[in-house]
């Protein structure tokens, strides 16, 4: 048995920690009440040095960026199948938000978007001729089902480009030559053609 200095209760030594004068429940007790002073003196100290902390953090923030990303790299190749799978779910499950916000950044980076395609475009001009001709080659019969399939839209909707042939054809003029006042007076006719050769409806003859 031994007497507790605090509650100065006699109690069995297995009730004490190792070298220690109070009890296990005072010791508890008084653990207690000092971390509930801490937390309070730590939100007292943030408090008179809310500016400085936010600046310190800010700092730290900007001076491990650099780390960060190297390890970000580091890991994204480590992990590379798994991040494009998790991307691609993502992407599926969130279409309108994704495109949206790829909708938004193009409006913001625009510029920023050209220049870095530009450049890469000049940078790389072998390497894409080779890589577009490879796949013209592979893509044939692809390529030629779409180019089909283009042409009829564009000459079921009447697209600028449709008009545009039909009024360079058997004339000097180019593309850049008709004004858009042109084409549209030409859609119009081609309508108004239509319509005319449109077979009448036989359940209202
Ligand atoms: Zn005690």
């Given at each position: 048995m031994k007497i507790c200095t605090k509650c100065k209760m006699e109690k069995p030594v297995t009730e004490f920690y190792k070298h220690?004068?109070?009890?296990k429940e005072c010791y508890r007790t008084q653990a207690n009440i000092n971390s509930k002073k801490n937390v309070e003196r730590r939100r007292q100290y943030y408090l008179s040095n809310k500016e400085k902390i936010l600046e310190k953090r800010k700092q730290y923030v900007m001076d491990s960026q650099e780390l960060r990303k190297e390890w970000y790299k580091k890991y994204s190749l480590i992990h590379k199948d798994e991040l494009i799978r998790k991307s691609r779910e993502y992407y599926h499950n969130h279409k309108d938000k994704c495109r949206e916000r790829a909708r938004q950044y193009r409006i913001r980076n625009g510029d920023k978007i050209n220049e870095i395609s530009r450049l890469y475009r000049s940078n790389h001009k072998n390497e894409i001729k080779k890589k577009n001709s490879l796949y013209r080659l592979t893509h044939q019969e692809q390529l030629q089902l779409l180019q089909q399939k283009l042409h009829k839209k564009y000459i079921r909707e009447l697209g600028d480009c449709y008009i545009k042939q039909i009024l360079t054809q058997k004339s000097?003029?180019?593309?850049?030559?008709?004004?858009k006042e042109l084409i549209e007076l030409k859609r119009l006719q081609i309508k108004i053609k239509r319509l005319l050769n449109e077979k009448p409806d036989k359940n209202t003859c």
């Open positions: 220690r004068g109070t009890c000097i003029l180019s593309y850049a030559d008709i004004p």
